[in-house]
């Protein structure tokens, strides 16, 4: 089955908006990653030993150096909050290129202040535990 149309049957399928909004938060996130892949291989590379690479010069020692840089850019991009993905997203909201995530704009109101929180409750807002 076509996964456009799986889609489509869902309970609660997602607005065009909200299509654009994901596809944003993916690119972010992959331009982060290609980002952090690009600083650690220029760290690797510059922290020679002696004249020698992290794996050596010999046969197949590229394509070590190559997985690590991968592995290391994906695992530092998905458990840490390096900023980039978030400031690009605030960057296209700001210009409208995307639309903004209500449940984020509430969530940032709630912690500024609870009484601006507390009114948005009466259009939809969340609650809020104090």
Same mark, same amino acid.
């Given at each position: ?18 299509? #654009? ?9 992959? /331009?982060?990653?290609? /980002? ?37 850019? #994906? ?39 609870? /009484? ?15």
């Amino acid at each position: 089955m076509d996964i456009a149309r799986i889609e489509s049957l869902t309970k609660n399928p997602l607005s065009a908006a909200q299509k #654009e909004r994901q596809r944003a938060e993916k690119t972010a996130a992959e /331009f982060e990653q290609l /980002f952090v892949r690009s600083m650690v291989s220029s760290l690797r590379s510059s922290a020679s030993i002696g004249g020698d690479d992290m794996f050596g010069k010999g046969p197949g020692s590229d394509t070590f150096a190559d997985w690590f840089d991968q592995n290391l850019a #994906e695992q530092v991009s998905t458990t840490s909050e390096i900023g980039i993905a978030r400031a690009l997203l605030k960057d296209l909201e700001r210009h409208h290129e995307i639309p903004v995530d209500a449940q984020q704009k509430a969530r940032a109101a709630a912690d500024r202040n609870p /009484f601006l929180a507390a009114s948005n409750m009466a259009k939809g807002g969340f609650d809020v535990v104090l």
